[in-house]
C-alpha cells in the first residue's frame, strides 16, 4: 500500500485544511463533483469528502497533506513549489 493511502484518514480529520486557499483551490471541483449536495457546516463536507476519498483528485490530497505537514511544522510555507 502507498504511503499517501495510509495517511489519508489524517486528510480530512483536520478540518482547518479546507480554510487555506491552495487547499480550497485544489479541492473545489472534488467538492463540487462529489460532495455539493452537503451543505457546509458541522464537519458534514469533510464527512462527505472522506467517504469519497477513493474518489478524490491526487491535487486534492497532496494540498491537504501540504497544509497538515505545515501546521505540524514538518515543511515550511517556503519549502512548497
Not at 22 to 39: E, F, G, I, Q, R
Request: with cysteine; proline share 6%.
Amino acid at each position: 500500500m502507498r504511503p499517501t493511502l495510509l495517511l489519508l484518514p489524517l486528510l480530512f480529520t483536520a478540518t482547518a485544511a479546507f480554510a487555506t486557499t491552495d487547499v480550497k483551490t485544489a479541492c473545489m471541483a472534488d467538492y463540487l463533483a462529489l460532495c455539493a449536495s452537503v451543505p457546509p457546516g458541522g464537519g458534514r463536507v469533510v464527512a462527505c469528502m472522506k467517504e469519497h476519498r477513493a474518489k478524490v483528485s491526487t491535487g486534492c490530497k497532496v494540498a491537504v497533506l501540504r497544509h497538515i505537514a505545515e501546521k505540524r511544522g514538518l515543511i515550511s510555507a517556503e519549502d512548497n513549489p
